[in-house]
């Protein structure tokens, strides 16, 4: 069997790809993730995961099944990024209140061995219901999601925040669609399960 490779440092990641049972390495390939002039979210999270695939190509075996994802969020025109901070958490969470969220996962399945790329993009719409200053803050101490674009980890306390979410695949929210990797993986000659 080739060698699965997952071109990310996320733990969110690694979590969800643990869950085929099957033995990966990981590395974290180093890439500009800034969006090109006049590139849309879904556009941006597309080319990210691909560059992301080749960047780690470089990095693995020849054998090699390279998984490598990206995610954007945008919320009433502006991209949301990873806050870093509890304050910037807040602030993320507080332009959020009320609306929607789009969430443009992107997934870049590289067969090192054919050079073939299987790619797909979900689109997740997350609503959140209208949040009060002191439910942010309590929220933001308690989960702590500074290193989650949105400022909220959807498969813990955040939930709490929501009014719906839509997607066609809960995992992308997380920030892997594993439906897309499953079909991606059968696709290139690995069974699953």
């Given at each position: 069997m080739q060698?699965?490779?997952?071109?990310s440092?996320?733990r969110?990641?690694?979590?969800l790809?643990?869950r085929?049972?099957?033995?990966f390495?990981?590395?974290?390939?180093d890439?500009?993730?800034s969006?090109?002039?006049?590139?849309?979210?879904d556009?941006?999270?597309?080319?990210l995961?691909?560059e992301k695939?080749?960047?780690?190509?470089?990095?693995?075996q020849?054998?090699?099944?390279?998984?490598?994802?990206?995610?954007?969020?945008?919320?009433?025109?502006e991209?949301?990024?990873?806050?870093?901070t509890?304050?910037?958490?807040?602030e993320?969470?507080?332009l959020?209140?009320?609306?929607?969220?789009?969430f443009?996962?992107?997934?870049?399945?590289?067969?090192?061995?054919?050079g073939r790329y299987?790619?797909?993009?979900?689109?997740?719409?997350?609503?959140?219901?209208?949040?009060?200053a002191?439910?942010?803050r309590?929220y933001?101490?308690?989960d702590?999601?500074l290193?989650?674009?949105?400022?909220?980890k959807v498969?813990?306390l955040?939930?709490s925040?929501?009014e719906?979410v839509?997607?066609q695949d809960?995992t992308?929210?997380?920030g892997?669609?594993?439906i897309?990797l499953?079909?991606?993986?059968?696709k290139?000659?690995?069974?699953?399960?």
């Open positions: 060698v699965l490779v997952l071109a440092g996320s969110y990641r690694a979590e790809l643990q085929l049972n099957l033995p390495l990981q590395c974290s390939p890439i500009d993730e969006a090109l002039s006049g590139e849309t979210p556009a941006l999270a597309t080319r995961a691909h695939a080749d960047a780690a190509r470089i990095l693995t020849d054998d090699a099944l390279v998984i490598a994802s990206d995610q954007v969020a945008a919320c009433q025109g991209r949301l990024h990873k806050p870093g509890e304050k910037r958490a807040r993320q969470l507080s959020m209140s009320g609306h929607s969220v789009d443009y996962t992107a997934l870049c399945l590289l067969d090192t061995r054919s299987f790619t797909a993009l979900d689109t997740t719409t997350a609503r959140l219901r209208p949040l009060k002191d439910e942010i309590r933001v101490a308690a702590q999601p290193d989650c674009a949105g400022s909220f498969e813990s955040g939930i925040l929501f719906s839509e997607s809960p992308a929210l997380i892997l669609p594993m897309a499953c079909q991606s993986l059968r290139a000659g690995i069974q699953v399960p």
